[in-house]
């Protein structure tokens, strides 16, 4: 018998319960080698490592007993980073201690104190909780610690990046010193080595799969689209694949929002999890995923976190993940005790590159392909649908609807309604733009075979003394242009923009008058030199060369940013210009950080 080392009411629980053989992790925790020692466990999501610690702490419970004691005081505490995490757990250890009788108590935020101080007073054998509720029970005192046996940290690495590290600090430090300590975790950054050694003594390290076989139940796919059509991509995707249950991912609480009103309208069944439902509406939420009344969950990271849906077949990520171990934690929601699923990472093209190196931090290979068309879903559900039908023993009701059928309607006709009906109950999927780097060269080639654009027939190109290196921007370079070319931003046609110097092409009609617009305002103080740079073609970038150099940066300014006092500054008091309060103090300044966003919760 697999189990045959562990009580024989935990064996039977477990083995009622249709496992036969177990798991990778599951084998190691009840090994001889683990009895009775601190276990440092790392090993992919969807791997039954909930099981896994019920399974390790079970004699450690009992202590040689047939049975668990009368409920008391605690004896193991099991600390989860999310609610529903922690409630997922609660219910996993309920049905595997049933034969002995074990009282699972909760302790998690969101959830009604009192009843949490009312549980934990009639006494219980094992209590899961978050570490914030968990904290202020022991500060009320209404948790007391003398009494444990075991603590387990389950996604411990993920309760350190949400910053409880000084609460686990303080909840370990009040339990035994005596205690088995357990952590649990699918990644084991250097954080979680530091806290293991000072926790945990002679803990045995168990690693159940390499970083590249925790990968190999799940297949990934890589999309690059068009930055306005990412939700028109997960539409498609979704349609694609009509996956039974699938979880979208996004970095913060309004692309939450945003994504499923789009999903909504398009005729998705879709619920959301994020940080700012009560308990109630997520509980609601994950209850419509599990009954099938919901097929897509769009989420966040932390919201996320922890959750077993069974039946979740696809995972995309509308944005993408911030670094690799979010990137696996996010793509284990499928995959999952051994399940197949299937992870699409949606990232827009100026970001493909970024996309490839987060895959190669995670060991993961993803195909690269495009986005489905509506011809390649159209074609899917005709396949769904031939693989769908089958006759099977039909009652004798639908057979008389059948024949009255035949006599008004041809046997096409009826498929052919059938047909109609089933696809109207289907989203439509989405046209998308041909946005990747290789179509828009093609269509810049075919513009530049079509000729300039009309009034830019014959032209001639000017110089400016400032580049790349200056920040040269054409937001702020066109303004500076008509100001002093005395033109209007239709008559300036090409900007290249080089490490040194920028070269435009104005109209050759109006060239003498824009070069007479510049003699009258070579004066003006911004150290801006602009002159024609004759009709030869624009050189490559390697060989431009800015024979006076960049001028200096504080030269570079507009009069708007000069400071009181300054020829041409603005004058005293706050600006409501770039220049004041909260803007750009340069033009190299940044206003927006477009790579550094931070997912909510």
Known sequence: ????????????????????????????????EA????????????SGKTVAYGLAIAETLLQGAEALPRPGEPLALIIAPTRELALQVQRELQWLYAKLGARVASCVGGMNVRVEQRALSYGCHI??????????????????PGSLRAVILDEADEMLDLGFREDLEEILDLTPPERRTLLFSATMPKPIAMMAKRYQRDAL?????????????????????APADIQNAVVNVLRFHEAKGAMVFCATRENVRRLSATLTERGFSAVTLSGELSQNERNHAL?????????????????????DLPGLELVIHAELPINPETLQHRSGRTGRAGKKGTCVLITPYQRRRHAERLLRAANVNATWEPVPTPDAIYARDQERLMESLSVGEVAEEDLEVARKLLETMSAEQIAAAFVRTQRQSLPAPEELIDASPMARGDREQATREQGPRPGFE?????????????????????PLLCRRGHITKRDVGAIRIFQTETRFEIPRTIANKFVDALKRTSGEDDGVIIEPAGDAPTPPV????????????????????RGPGEPGGAPRGPSRGPGGPGGPKRYGAKPFNKGGRKPGA
Request: hydrophobic share 35%; net charge positive.
């Open 1 to 32: 018998m697999p189990f045959s080392s562990l009580p024989r009411p935990v064996a039977e629980a477990i083995t009622e319960r249709g496992y036969t053989e177990p798991t990778p992790v599951q084998a190691q925790v009840i090994a001889a």
């Open 35 to 46: 009895h009775d020692r601190d276990l440092l466990v790392s090993a992919q999501t969807g």
């Open 127 to 144: 209590v899961v909780g978050t570490p914030g509720r968990l904290k202020d029970h022991l500060e009320r005192g209404t948790l007391q």
């Open 205 to 225: 390290r168990i690693e159940t799969t390499s970083a590249r076989e925790a990968h190999a139940d799940i297949d990934y796919r890589a999309m690059a689209v």
């Open 287 to 307: 209850q419509a995923l599990r009954d099938r009344r919901a097929r897509v969950c769009i989420a966040t990271d932390v919201a996320a976190r922890g959750i």
């Open 458 to 478: 014959d032209t001639v190109w000017f110089r400016m003394n400032i580049g790349r290196g200056q920040n040269a921007d054409p937001r702020w370079l066109l």
């Open 542 to 561: 390697g060989q431009l060369r800015d024979r006076r150099g960049p001028p200096p940066r504080t030269q570079l300014r507009p009069n708007y940013e």
